[in-house]
């Protein structure tokens, strides 16, 4: 017979595991998210003065947006990998185009 504690602690782990996914998901805009209001002031005269890095990091989220939505429409990955794929596509496209409105392409 299984512990209690032992179910917590695999709990936990799932639950962590899914987080994890979700962040590493989402690494490039969090990074635009990072440089645009985390730094303050100072992020948002970055995104102005290196379009380029904005630019290429708009491109990559725009990549995992293809990858994160073939992913989640294949059949190949459990529901819960293809909901959790569908959320990230949805809000990394809310942070490009709200970045691009801010700062424009």
């Known amino acids: 017979m299984e ?10 782990t799932s639950v962590a ?11 490039h805009s969090l990074h635009m998210l990072l440089l645009t209001v985390g730094i303050g002031g100072a ?3 970055f995104m102005t003065m290196f379009p380029l890095v904005r630019r290429v990091m708009l491109l990559m989220s725009l990549a995992m947006v293809v990858l994160m939505a073939y992913r989640a429409i294949s059949a ?12 990230s596509v949805v809000v990394t496209l809310v942070l490009v185009v709200w970045s691009v409105w ?3 392409f």
């Not at 512990?3 to 936990?12: D, E, F, P």
């Open 3 to 12: 512990a209690q504690g032992s179910k917590r602690s695999t709990g936990v």
């Open 17 to 27: 595991a899914v987080l994890l996914a979700f962040l590493a998901s989402q690494h």
């Open 43 to 45: 992020g948002a005269s």
């Open 76 to 87: 190949r990955y459990s529901s819960a990998m293809r909901l959790l794929n569908a959320g």
């Open 102 to 104: 801010q700062f424009g």
